[in-house]
């Protein structure tokens, strides 16, 4: 396919998806894209591997492996991609000026290709729900970032091939250092210490300690929208 079509196309989508005149959708985007709202589902991740891990080994090792898929993620994108593709964001792209919505005057910094925040948040959601291997919590993961991914092009800081490759991006490196952090798992284990219980995924999480995490994320979206109506 001829390059201008592709991009035609993402231009089309983008077009599609940004902005709105809801006063109450823009404020809700705004809130949800912000990586600080997501705090308390950063900690309750935290608190599930604490807790269902059996020594502090075994939970550095997890908050390791995370913290590298964070570091290669970020210093590959934003330290070689974004500086090599210099691809400006669509808020500030000549072509589109006039056309592109700045919703609640919302910008952001550097270039545009690949989309940080899709790759990171796809990163936490596809690492975990291998480490916990439950169905409703993948689910929730998958929602929770792909919102996030649609934030970015709503508020027209992103097109939709950015956000696209930052979720096969962040979603590889999450797979690569999952199984690195396996074999690494395998080694320094006798054998692997998992609860064979109907309380507990097949890899060992509590049910229990599962719903801590999936209610934070609902009350999380809650508060974004209680900030939304404030805001209007």
């Known amino acids: 396919m001829d390059i201008g079509v592709i991009q035609g196309i993402d231009r089309l989508i983008l077009l599609a998806f940004n902005g709105s005149e809801n006063l109450f959708l823009d404020n809700f985007v705004v809130v949800l894209?912000?990586?600080?709202?997501?705090?308390?589902?950063?900690?309750?991740?935290?608190?599930l591997v604490i807790k269902n891990n059996e020594n502090w080994q075994k939970i550095l090792l997890v908050i390791g492996a995370v913290?590298?898929?964070?570091?290669?993620?970020?210093?590959?994108n934003l330290g070689l991609v974004k500086p090599l593709v210099a691809r400006l964001r669509p808020l500030e792209e000549p072509s589109l000026r006039g056309i592109i919505s700045a919703t609640n005057n919302y910008s952001a910094s550097g270039y545009s290709f690949f989309s940080s925040h899709t790759s990171n948040a796809f990163v936490l959601a596809v690492f975990f729900s291998l480490l916990i291997r439950d169905k409703v919590f993948t689910t929730c993961m998958l929602v929770w970032c792909s919102v996030v991914s649609l934030t970015r092009i709503y508020l027209g800081v992103h097109y939709p091939s950015d956000v696209v490759v930052g979720?096969?991006?962040?979603?590889?490196?999450a797979v690569l250092v999952y199984f690195l952090y396996l074999r690494i798992y395998i080694r320094c284990s006798d054998k692997l210490h998992y609860n064979i219980s109907t309380k507990y995924t097949r890899t060992g999480y509590s049910f229990a300690d599962i719903d801590v995490v999936i209610s934070i994320l609902i009350l999380t979206f809650i508060y974004a929208a209680f900030r939304a109506v404030l805001s209007i």
């Open 33 to 47: 894209t912000s990586a600080y709202t997501w705090i308390p589902l950063y900690f309750s991740l935290l608190y």
């Open 67 to 76: 913290a590298i898929c964070l570091l290669l993620s970020n210093t590959i």
């Open 167 to 173: 979720i096969i991006f962040g979603s590889s490196m």
